[in-house]
Nanobody, 118 residues
Framework: QVQLAESGGGLGQPGGSLRLSCAAS????????MGWYRQAPGKQRELVATITTGGSTNYADSVKGRFTISRDNAKNTVYLQASNLKPEDTAVYYC????????????WGQGTQVTVSS
């Protein structure tokens, strides 16, 4: 059973930084795509950033230049370094993983709250 364990959420200061981690377990091969989505109250869930096995990244325009996604395939872990935080970054952040072998299967973490406030 695939599980995604998130950590690193909490309270951040405007202009400060937080580092989110997500470790995947239950599969013997690396996820083809891992990433982060977020959802603020009253808003639709949106993509934040993704990274492929080969290291190709994709970022939402709202976080480009501020957030950095990376992964450690040996640890089956994806990271999100969120810097220069803004109050509008406040949301529940969800870890995401897609495994492709004959068919694609998607998995989600339980979500971790990120609050940016002074």
């Amino acid at each position: 059973q695939v599980q995604l364990a998130e950590s690193g959420g909490g309270l951040g200061q405007p202009g400060g930084s937080l580092r989110l981690s997500c470790a995947a377990s239950g599969m013997l091969f690396s996820a083809n795509v891992m990433g982060w989505y977020r959802q603020a109250p009253g808003k639709q869930r949106e993509l934040v950033a993704t990274i492929t096995t080969g290291g190709s990244t994709n970022y939402a325009d709202s976080v480009k230049g501020r957030f950095t996604i990376s992964r450690d395939n040996a640890k089956n872990t994806v990271y999100l370094q969120a810097s220069n935080l803004k109050p509008e970054d406040t949301a529940v952040y969800y870890c995401y993983a897609r495994y492709v072998q004959f068919v694609s299967r998607d998995y989600w973490g339980q979500g971790t709250q990120v609050t940016v406030s002074s």
